[in-house]
């Protein structure tokens, strides 16, 4: 599996020929599930949020099981969060 070079990754990027090649690649990175078609991260709670601080982080595998059934006009892009360097 080649390095994702983006600081994030489309749901429609991952398919049947290519989802157990990424998770088990990034499956432990963690992300923050965005929605294109509201223009807002998923918050965890309940809802959504503007403010990626506020927003739910979740591993990138959990990420996938959670929208993998999403259709394409969801716009679902998962946001690599950075490890801080200290």
Known sequence: ?????????????INCTNDADIIETHGDRMVHIYSREHGLYWSGESGYTRDKTKAHAFTLRHAYGLTKL???EK?????????CSK
């Open 70 to 72: 999403c259709g394409p």
């Open 75 to 83: 716009g679902i892009e998962f946001h690599f969060i950075e490890k």
């Open 1 to 13: 599996m080649k390095k994702i070079k983006k600081s994030y990754i489309r749901l429609e990027y």
